[in-house]
Protein backbone atom coordinates (compact mmCIF):
# COMPACT_ATOMS: atom_id res chain seq x y z
CA UNK A 1 0.00 0.00 0.00
CA UNK A 2 1.50 3.66 -0.98
CA UNK A 3 -0.60 6.49 0.97
CA UNK A 4 0.69 9.83 -0.40
CA UNK A 5 0.12 13.58 1.43
CA UNK A 6 0.93 17.11 0.62
CA UNK A 7 -1.23 18.21 -1.87
CA UNK A 8 -3.75 20.95 -2.07
CA UNK A 9 -4.28 24.16 -3.11
CA UNK A 10 -0.72 25.91 -3.51
CA UNK A 11 -0.08 29.74 -5.11
CA UNK A 12 1.67 30.02 -8.29
CA UNK A 13 5.58 30.13 -6.99
CA UNK A 14 4.97 27.99 -3.74
CA UNK A 15 7.06 25.18 -2.93
CA UNK A 16 5.16 22.17 -1.00
CA UNK A 17 6.36 18.75 -0.83
CA UNK A 18 4.50 15.65 -1.63
CA UNK A 19 5.24 12.37 0.39
CA UNK A 20 4.86 8.92 -0.18
CA UNK A 21 5.02 5.81 1.99
CA UNK A 22 5.22 2.58 1.72
CA UNK A 23 3.68 0.10 4.01
CA UNK A 24 2.81 -3.50 4.60
CA UNK A 25 5.56 -6.21 4.12
CA UNK A 26 8.37 -5.08 2.56
CA UNK A 27 11.42 -7.33 1.79
CA UNK A 28 12.38 -4.49 -1.01
CA UNK A 29 11.42 -1.29 -3.08
CA UNK A 30 13.56 -0.82 -6.69
CA UNK A 31 12.31 2.13 -8.35
CA UNK A 32 10.16 4.75 -6.81
CA UNK A 33 8.60 7.82 -8.55
CA UNK A 34 5.70 10.27 -9.13
CA UNK A 35 3.24 10.59 -12.27
CA UNK A 36 0.46 13.12 -12.83
CA UNK A 37 -2.64 13.03 -14.15
CA UNK A 38 -4.30 16.75 -15.73
CA UNK A 39 -7.96 16.47 -16.68
CA UNK A 40 -8.25 15.56 -19.89
CA UNK A 41 -5.05 14.35 -20.47
CA UNK A 42 -2.86 10.79 -19.86
CA UNK A 43 -0.77 10.40 -16.80
CA UNK A 44 2.42 11.30 -17.49
CA UNK A 45 5.50 10.72 -15.51
CA UNK A 46 6.91 13.34 -13.31
CA UNK A 47 10.30 11.65 -11.74
CA UNK A 48 11.49 8.01 -10.94
CA UNK A 49 14.53 7.48 -8.65
CA UNK A 50 16.20 4.07 -8.49
CA UNK A 51 16.77 2.75 -5.14
CA UNK A 52 20.64 3.52 -5.63
CA UNK A 53 19.46 7.60 -5.96
CA UNK A 54 19.66 8.05 -9.86
CA UNK A 55 16.77 10.31 -10.78
CA UNK A 56 14.92 10.95 -13.90
CA UNK A 57 12.92 14.08 -14.26
CA UNK A 58 10.10 14.90 -16.97
CA UNK A 59 11.75 18.06 -19.14
CA UNK A 60 8.34 20.18 -18.17
CA UNK A 61 9.85 19.62 -14.13
CA UNK A 62 13.43 19.79 -14.56
CA UNK A 63 15.17 22.10 -12.46
CA UNK A 64 12.04 22.98 -10.80
CA UNK A 65 10.91 19.41 -8.72
CA UNK A 66 13.18 17.40 -6.82
CA UNK A 67 12.80 13.64 -6.32
CA UNK A 68 14.17 11.87 -3.24
CA UNK A 69 14.10 8.97 -0.80
CA UNK A 70 14.63 7.75 2.55
CA UNK A 71 15.00 4.02 1.89
CA UNK A 72 14.92 3.32 6.05
CA UNK A 73 11.14 4.89 5.90
CA UNK A 74 10.15 3.01 2.52
CA UNK A 75 9.17 6.89 1.72
CA UNK A 76 9.91 8.91 -1.46
CA UNK A 77 9.62 12.50 -1.41
CA UNK A 78 8.61 15.36 -4.13
CA UNK A 79 9.72 19.09 -3.76
CA UNK A 80 8.14 20.85 -5.95
CA UNK A 81 9.84 24.45 -6.41
CA UNK A 82 8.44 27.22 -8.88
CA UNK A 83 4.68 26.04 -9.52
CA UNK A 84 2.77 26.91 -12.58
CA UNK A 85 -0.65 26.39 -13.03
CA UNK A 86 -0.32 23.65 -15.95
CA UNK A 87 1.45 22.22 -12.78
CA UNK A 88 -2.57 21.48 -11.82
CA UNK A 89 -2.77 17.43 -12.02
CA UNK A 90 -3.58 14.95 -9.44
CA UNK A 91 -0.37 13.56 -8.58
CA UNK A 92 0.33 9.07 -8.62
CA UNK A 93 2.88 7.52 -6.40
CA UNK A 94 4.57 3.95 -7.92
CA UNK A 95 6.96 1.89 -6.30
CA UNK A 96 8.20 -1.60 -7.51
CA UNK A 97 7.93 -3.77 -4.14
CA UNK A 98 9.13 -7.27 -3.74
CA UNK A 99 7.27 -8.62 -0.53
CA UNK A 100 9.33 -11.45 -0.04
CA UNK A 101 12.71 -13.50 -0.70
CA UNK A 102 12.62 -14.60 -4.42
CA UNK A 103 9.14 -12.55 -4.81
CA UNK A 104 8.91 -10.84 -8.30
CA UNK A 105 8.71 -7.32 -8.12
CA UNK A 106 5.14 -6.09 -8.13
CA UNK A 107 3.78 -2.27 -9.51
CA UNK A 108 1.96 -0.40 -6.72
CA UNK A 109 0.81 3.01 -7.25
CA UNK A 110 -1.10 5.54 -4.56
CA UNK A 111 -4.70 6.74 -4.66
CA UNK A 112 -3.25 10.12 -6.22
CA UNK A 113 -3.55 13.77 -4.37
CA UNK A 114 -4.34 16.89 -6.08
CA UNK A 115 -2.57 19.44 -6.34
CA UNK A 116 -4.28 22.98 -7.82
CA UNK A 117 -1.98 25.97 -8.76
CA UNK A 118 -3.52 29.11 -8.21
CA UNK A 119 -2.23 32.36 -10.31
Known amino acids: QLVESGGGLVQAAGSPRLSCAAS????????MGWYRQAPGKQRELVAT???????NYADSVKGRFTISRDNAKNTVYLQMNSLKPEDTAVYYC???????????????WGQGTQVTVSS
Open 49 to 55: ITSGGST
Open 94 to 108: NAQIQRGWGMRKDNY
Open 24 to 31: GSIFSINA
